[in-house]
């Protein structure tokens, strides 16, 4: 398998440098992440893209937790067609408004849109609004940074503790217990938050409330509303500071768990404690149901689930677009991409990405809900 995979990178990194791709920026973004584009990805990929009258160049923002998926999505579309997309990943709260103020065409969100953002999103959506299209999925990695601690596990009551300043060390009769011959060291906790506003924060308390609400006492969304700890902007901000600071911990995409940062295993009440995996991930967002109407395809996680190997800390990230009254200069651009992440070959670079795919019926009805676009 590991040769297959370096077989793949090796062919797809030379049909890019035949092809010429345009070099691309995050537009000012702090959140480049340490894959930044740079995982493996289907050499098949670029000749399948249906690019029609994809041109020109497209701004887009939103969730930074998706950034690394949106890197290797936009590296092969833009050597087909030519297009420039930049994607500022300026967390999902700066991306819901740049698209409502319409700033942007198209923005990523790790939660779907509220009633009143889906209204105001009709003053730029001429005749139509703006819709939530599930692409990306993935654990929400916990990562910690505790010399001679190379395993962990917490439940979600222990987590919400943590981040409410409830436990703040690592020696904690509670994290002792579920780590039984573990040396904890009678060290400070260091837990750091997102400090913009963020679908990842969003999800992340959704499963503390869900399922530790005694010990989160709070609203949930994406401002985070719990007491101490410290903050950093977007994914890579919080997982940079996890990796430099002993004591730490910190939650983000599980793609942003690289280079030494070691992760969670969450006791959820199954027979043994479920690692932050891809495939975890996927047996958690399969139990999601589909409860937007019409064209929007917003889903409903189960945060609670205790079925063996299903990790229940995850997110979605929805490309949030007009089903209508889209701006004719972006439109066909904006469209080809989408087509292409939604299509068996963009959701398996996710795959090599770090992300997990959308289960098959979903992302059937992400593909047509993209060609209805207008």
């Known amino acids: 398998m ?117 209204e105001a999103s009709k003053k730029i959506c001429s005749g139509g609004q703006g819709i939530n299209l599930p692409m990306v999925g993935g654990p929400i990695a916990v990562g910690y940074n505790v010399p001679g601690v190379d395993k962990l596990v917490l439940d979600s009551s222990t987590i919400a503790k943590i981040f409410d300043n409830k436990i703040t060390t690592w020696n904690d009769p509670a994290i002792a217990k579920l780590n039984p011959g573990a040396k904890l060291p009678n060290l400070k906790i260091q837990a750091f938050h997102r400090s913009d506003e963020s679908g990842t924060t969003d999800n992340f308390t959704k499963y503390l409330i869900a399922t530790a609400k005694k010990d989160f006492p709070y609203e949930g969304g994406k401002a985070w509303q719990a007491k101490g700890g410290q903050s950093a902007p977007q994914s890579s901000g919080v997982a940079a500071q996890v990796k430099q600071t002993a004591g730490a911990i910190g939650y983000f995409e599980l793609s942003y768990a690289k280079d030494g940062i070691k992760t969670v295993a969450i006791d959820t009440g199954a027979a043994e404690p479920v690692e932050a995996t891809v495939d975890n991930a996927t047996k958690a967002i399969a139990d999601a149901k589909v409860v937007g109407t019409g064209n929007d395809l917003a889903l409903k996680l189960n945060y609670s689930t205790t079925a063996e190997g299903a990790y229940p800390m995850v997110l979605v990230t929805y490309e949030i677009v007009c089903d209508k009254g889209n701006k004719a200069d972006t439109l066909p651009a904006v469209k080809a991409f989408l087509r292409y992440a939604a299509s068996e070959d963009g959701q398996k670079i996710l795959a090599e990405n770090d992300y997990a795919p959308m289960p098959d019926d979903i992302i059937a009805k992400v593909r047509t809900t993209v060609e209805s676009l207008s």
Do not use: H
């Not at 740049?98 to 790790?110: H, K, L, R």
């Open 2 to 118: 590991k040769l297959q995979r370096m077989n793949r990178r090796a062919l797809s990194l030379g049909a890019l440098a035949v092809s010429g791709a345009l070099a691309l920026t995050a537009c000012g973004s702090d959140d480049t992440g340490s894959n930044s584009g740079g995982g493996t990805s289907s050499p098949a990929a670029a000749g399948s893209i249906k690019c029609d009258d994809a041109s020109g160049q497209v701004l887009a923002d939103g969730s930074s937790a998706q950034k690394n998926a949106v890197d290797a999505w936009v590296k092969q579309f833009s050597a087909a067609c030519k297009v420039e997309i930049n994607y500022k990943a300026g967390g999902s709260g700066a991306g819901v408004t740049a698209f409502t103020q319409g700033q942007v065409p198209w923005a990523g969100s790790d939660s779907a849109l509220k009633p009143e953002e889906v």
